[in-house]
């Protein structure tokens, strides 16, 4: 009988010493001014486009590094939940091309293992659009060779949504529902590969910007350090893409919303909400209307909690989760990181991600989340 344990001891150590975890840690950048939102999209199909301009938020982009090729060319990348393919810009881009000349380029030709596939893309995020054609290589993410990787060339980015913004290209982390024809995205492919033990992943972001790590993406598993109690798992809503439902939102202890999809989408800053929500939730506050944006005093204790209803579960976020302080002159102003969208869904974006660490199983179509340690800067 102890044999048997010992055996079994064995066994279990050795499945532990193979599970492979990819630590990706993430950087992150305050966006400039008057930047345009980098936004979720219609999960449906992919392409119906939300505008919000953003005047004076100053918000923030999170960013890793992968690489991609042999020898490997290096690109700074958003890890972006909330769509499926990945895309770098081009060396073939046009020079007159500014945006894509202001960032780090693929060039297909100075890479073995580079094969042309020959089909042309446009993908159509909420800021804007990209368009190329797709090849396929091997992408190199923490240590670990993804051969076959299908990823766009971009020849095109849209000027206003793409200029100044830090990273120079994204990778999908989203489920297969909006990939190309013929293409696995990212995460279905390492799994695929089993590259990694098991088909999660988490996200760990913090606010601090700045060039030292201010979160991390772990593939394959998560970290129980990061985050305080027991995950709280809840189902996704479509089989592949991470969106689940909110039951109820609250102010305070004012209904703001019922029951209404949402997605967790890394790649958008704000929280955004079903319009008739977001009337509601301004009714509730002090709230003037200054230059387009709806501003606060900075008194942020005297402001309500919103309160998500999750899975039977209430997750919260401070106003000092939903505001955003400015420097107007000589004046402090708060300004709401919360915008409305024209649809029926919610988008979790930074503002929720950074109080909520979020884990994403895509064997057990479920989300995990739980409140994240130090998540303040
Ligand atoms: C944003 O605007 C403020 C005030 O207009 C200015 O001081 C600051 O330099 C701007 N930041 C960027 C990144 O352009
Ligand atoms: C997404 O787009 C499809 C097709 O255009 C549309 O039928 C659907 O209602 C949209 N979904 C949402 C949530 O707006
Ligand atoms: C791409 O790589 C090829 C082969 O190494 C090289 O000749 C060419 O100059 C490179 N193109 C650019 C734009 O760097
Ligand atoms: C891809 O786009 C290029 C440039 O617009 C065009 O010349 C080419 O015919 C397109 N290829 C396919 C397969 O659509």
Avoid at 27 to 48: C, D, H, I, W
Avoid at 136 to 145: Q, Y
Avoid at 275 to 292: R, S, V
Avoid at 347 to 370: E, P, S
């Amino acid at each position: 009988m102890l044999r048997i344990v010992f055996l079994l001891v064995a066994v279990l150590d050795l499945t532990l010493a193979s599970r492979k975890l990819m630590r990706v840690p993430l950087y992150s950048r305050p966006k400039p001014n008057k930047s345009e939102l980098f936004l979720a999209r219609n999960v449906t199909n992919g392409n119906e486009r939300l505008r919000v301009a953003l005047k004076t938020r100053q918000n923030v982009e999170f960013y890793g590094y992968i690489s991609m090729g042999t020898p490997e060319q290096h690109f700074s990348v958003i890890f972006d939940t909330g769509s499926s393919n990945t895309w770098l810009p081009s060396t073939n881009c046009p020079k007159s091309n500014a945006v894509c000349q202001r960032h780090r380029q693929y060039n297909s030709s100075s890479s073995s293992s580079h094969v042309p596939d020959g089909r042309n893309f446009t993908l159509l995020y909420g800021s804007g659009s990209v368009i190329g054609y797709l090849s396929k290589d091997t992408l190199h993410l923490a240590g670990v060779d993804i051969p076959g990787m299908v990823f766009g060339e971009a020849v095109f980015q849209h000027q206003m949504a793409f200029d100044a913004v830090s990273f120079d290209g994204l990778v999908g982390l989203s489920l297969g529902i909006l990939a190309w024809k013929n293409s696995t995205p990212f995460l279905e492919r390492l799994c695929a590969q089993r590259l990694v033990e098991e088909c999660i992943f988490s996200v760990y972001l913090r606010r601090i910007p700045g060039e030292t790590p201010s979160g991390e993406i772990i593939i394959g598993g998560f970290d129980k350090s990061l985050f305080e109690g027991q995950l709280h798992y809840v189902p996704i809503i479509m089989p592949n893409s991470w969106k689940l439902q909110i039951n109820q939102a609250f102010v305070g202890t004012k209904e703001i919303g019922g029951k209404v999809d949402a997605i967790l989408d890394t790649g958008t800053s704000l929280m955004l909400m079903p319009q008739k929500t977001y009337f509601n939730f301004l009714k509730n506050l002090p709230a003037k209307l200054e230059d387009g944006n709806y501003v606060l005093s900075c008194e942020q204790e005297s402001l309500p909690e919103i309160n998500l209803h999750i899975g039977g579960k209430v997750f919260p976020l401070t106003s000092d989760d939903y505001l955003v302080e400015l420097v107007k002159g000589e004046e402090k102003i708060c300004v709401l990181a919360v915008a409305p969208v024209n649809m029926d869904f919610w988008v979790l974006g930074n503002v929720f991600l950074w109080r909520y660490y979020t884990v994403y199983d895509a064997t057990g179509k479920r989300i995990g989340l739980a409140k994240a340690v130090q998540s303040d800067g």
